[in-house]
T-cell receptor
Framework: AQSVTQLGSHVSVSEGALVLLRCNYS??????LFWYVQYPNQGLQLLLK??????LVKGINGFEAEFKKSETSFHLTKPSAHMSDAAEYFCAVIKTGANNLFFGTGTRLTVIP | KAGVTQTPRYLIKTRGQQVTLSCSPISGHRSVSWYQQTPGQGLQFLFE???????NKGNFPGRFSGRQFSNSRSEMNVSTLELGDSALYLCASSRKAGAVDEQYFGPGTRLTVT
C-alpha cells in the first residue's frame, strides 16, 4: 500500500538557513506526490506536486523538492528560511486506485530569528 | 476570485446531537472533497463529490454523510456526535474529479463536541 512517512515532527532552523523537510514514500509504482503547507488557523495550500514529468519540482515561495526513486524520497528544501515560513508542512500521496490524498503526519517548522 | 468558504468557522455541539457543515467551492470548480484533521489521527479523507455524485469515500462510519448540490456547494452531516468527532473539518475544491488536479482548501470548520 502506498503511504508517506515524514521524519521529524518538529524542525527548527535559523532565519537564512537551509530548510530540509523529509518525506519518504512507499510505493510499488511511481506515485503522485505533493507538499502542502498549513499556516495557523488556515486551510492547506499546495506548495508543489510531482507527477512524473520532472524529478526536480519547483514550487511557490522558493520551495523545491526532488523525487529520488532510489531513495524513495521526496524531501522539501528551501535555501534560505524566512520568518514567514513558520508553519506545518504535509507530504501527501495519491494511492493507486484511489483519487484522494493520503497525508503524512506533518512537520512543524519553526524559524528562529 | 473568491476562495473556498466554509461555514460556520466554529461550532460547539453536545454528544448525541447532529451537525451540518457547509462548503462553497471556488466558482467553476465541480469537485468538493472533505477531510478531517485531528491531533491524533492527522488528516484523513472523508469523501469526494463531483457533479452531485459521491465518487470516493474514506474509512469513516455511516454517521458521516455528505451531499452536493447542483451549484457545487456541498454539505457534510455528522449524526449522533461523539467526543472523538471533535476536529477541524476541511473542504477542498478542484476543477476536475480526483486529487491530481490542484485542490484548494478552505479555512475549515472547527467542531468541538462536549
Amino acid at each position: 500500500a502506498q503511504s508517506v512517512t515524514q521524519l521529524g515532527s518538529h524542525v527548527s532552523v535559523s532565519e537564512g538557513a537551509l530548510v530540509l523537510l523529509r518525506c519518504n514514500y512507499s510505493s510499488s509504482v511511481p506515485p503522485y506526490l505533493f507538499w502542502y503547507v498549513q499556516y495557523p488557523n488556515q486551510g492547506l495550500q499546495l506548495l508543489l506536486k510531482y507527477t512524473s514529468a520532472a524529478t526536480l519540482v519547483k514550487g511557490i515561495n522558493g520551495f523545491e523538492a526532488e523525487f529520488k526513486k532510489s531513495e524513495t524520497s521526496f524531501h522539501l528544501t528551501k535555501p534560505s528560511a524566512h520568518m514567514s515560513d513558520a508553519a506545518e508542512y504535509f507530504c501527501a500521496v495519491i494511492k493507486t486506485g484511489a483519487n484522494n490524498l493520503f497525508f503524512g503526519t506533518g512537520t512543524r517548522l519553526t524559524v528562529i530569528p | 476570485k473568491a476562495g473556498v468558504t466554509q461555514t460556520p468557522r466554529y461550532l460547539i455541539k453536545t454528544r448525541g446531537q447532529q451537525v451540518t457543515l457547509s462548503c462553497s467551492p471556488i466558482s467553476g470548480h465541480r469537485s468538493v472533497s472533505w477531510y478531517q484533521q485531528t491531533p491524533g489521527q492527522g488528516l484523513q479523507f472523508l469523501f469526494e463529490y463531483f457533479s452531485e455524485t459521491q465518487r470516493n469515500k474514506g474509512n469513516f462510519p455511516g454517521r458521516f454523510s455528505g451531499r452536493q448540490f447542483s451549484n457545487s456547494r456541498s454539505e457534510m452531516n455528522v449524526s449522533t456526535l461523539e467526543l472523538g468527532d471533535s476536529a477541524l473539518y476541511l473542504c477542498a475544491s478542484s476543477r476536475k474529479a480526483g486529487a491530481v488536479d490542484e485542490q484548494y482548501f478552505g479555512p475549515g470548520t472547527r467542531l468541538t463536541v462536549t
